[in-house]
């Protein structure tokens, strides 16, 4: 039997995975890892991690983000992006690095 449980916190997933928390919180990110979000949480498989660092299961698919629906829309409409898509599209990288930076601060209160 394993000492961890079935469903791991990110702390639990970072001792099983023998990383740090902000590796496990980059790969995330980068929507390279499997994961799930619970409010401002994250809980982990550990079988799916087991999987996963195996290899036997693929990157989980990376989910679009506001910038890469602004960017499918200006290709549909052939046209370059006009100053107000811009705008999102800068106010939206920043929420990402603000969320990101967040997420960080409240793993390292933790």
């Given amino acids: 039997m394993s000492q961890y449980p079935d469903i791991l916190t990110l702390t639990q997933a970072a001792a099983y995975l023998q990383v740090s928390e902000r590796t496990i919180l980059r790969a995330l990110k980068e929507g390279r890892m499997p994961g799930r979000q619970v409010g401002s949480q994250w809980r982990f498989d550990r079988e799916q991690l087991r999987g996963w660092v195996r290899g036997e299961i693929e990157d989980p698919p990376r989910a679009e983000t506001q910038l890469d629906l602004i960017e499918k829309e200006r290709a ?14 800068q106010a939206a990288r920043e929420r990402m690095k603000q969320q990101a930076e967040d997420a960080a601060d409240e793993t390292r209160e933790s």
């Fill in 76 to 89: 549909r409409l052939g046209v370059d992006l006009p100053e107000m898509l811009i705008d999102l599209q």
